[in-house]
């Protein structure tokens, strides 16, 4: 055996699945009927640790996402693929609005009732100054191969996080219709580009080591990151039910369709030699969740 095809991650010996390619969508959500509270008491906006992990994920999502664009951006005229260059001026258009989307959320409706910049600043301030300030200038392997090596792990979890989201009991009971569309539409396009960013490290540094560091990288930085928010805006509440506070928290790591196992689960899977995003079998998935959601944002438009 040639142990170089192994850890060559442009081995052409290694078969790669067709991937789906970003489409550009526009929605206009109206969050107006989110409320932080409701009458039906198997609501997901009345359960405290669901509601936490939503608002800390989204207050994670704008900038992250305007991180991520500029990961990819920066080896856009070295990409020789024209299918490829095509992917990511839609994976740039699908992440800005990712981006604007979350932030509008953030600031009408988390911010009404969650004190968050003081996290945003910080998150920001620190995340960044590690990738882009720190690492570029002191870590032998940083700057922008490490960037888009951390983009294209992160973007392994953002797309399971969409495949976990669209299967989820809790994120189908949220009474907010707004808040359901905002989610499955982010869910779908996060397993539309799931290749993209992974394809653009592959063609300027086709290093397994690097994708693979990167990880463990991005792994350290997203999960505190994520609970940082979530201790955030949880210490906000006024009381705590525990009880159900630890029966969704044991759901999601220990179930089979538990968010936190399933990020466990693609964590492990990236450190396979010759893996690619287009292994994760989404594509019914996403076929059923991308009609529903391409005629709901027809409905409001």
Do not use: C
Not at 167 to 192: C, G, M, N, T
């Amino acid at each position: 055996m040639d142990i170089t095809k192994i850890f060559n991650e442009k081995n052409p010996d290694r078969p790669v699945q067709a991937s789906p390619h970003p489409k550009v969508r526009s929605p206009n959500w109206d969050f107006s009927d989110f409320h932080f509270s409701s009458p039906n008491p198997n609501a997901t906006e009345n359960n405290q640790f669901r509601r936490a992990y939503l608002v800390g994920l989204s207050l994670l999502f704008p900038e992250g996402e305007r991180f991520f664009i500029r990961a990819v951006r920066r080896y856009a005229n070295e990409i020789k693929d024209p299918q490829l260059k095509k992917d990511v001026k839609g994976f740039i258009a699908q992440e800005a609005q990712h981006g604007r989307q979350h932030e509008i959320l953030n600031e009408q409706i988390f911010g009404s009732r969650y004190e968050v910049k003081s996290f945003l600043d910080q998150w920001t301030g620190f995340a960044f100054g590690f990738l882009e300030n720190f690492a570029e200038k002191y870590l032998p392997f940083g700057g922008g191969k490490l960037e888009v090596a951390v983009t294209a792990a992160a973007e392994h979890f953002t797309a399971t996080w969409g495949a976990a989201a669209l299967k989820s009991p809790s994120f189908a009971a949220f009474d907010s219709q707004s808040i359901r569309d905002l989610v499955y539409w982010h869910a779908i396009e996060e397993i539309e580009h799931k290749h993209v960013a992974f394809d653009v490290m592959r063609e300027v540094s086709p290093n397994y080591f690097l994708r693979t560091g990167a990880m463990l990288i991005t792994t350290a930085l997203i999960g505190g990151l994520s609970i940082w928010g979530f201790a955030h805006i949880l210490k906000q509440e006024d009381k705590i039910d525990w009880p159900e506070f630890l029966k969704a928290l044991r759901y999601e790591s220990f179930e089979k369709d538990g968010m936190f196992r399933q990020f466990a689960e693609a964590f492990v899977t990236y450190f396979k030699p010759n893996f690619h995003p287009s292994d994760m079998d989404d594509q019914a998935l996403f076929d059923e969740f991308a009609n529903l959601i391409d005629s709901r944002i027809e409905k409001v438009a």
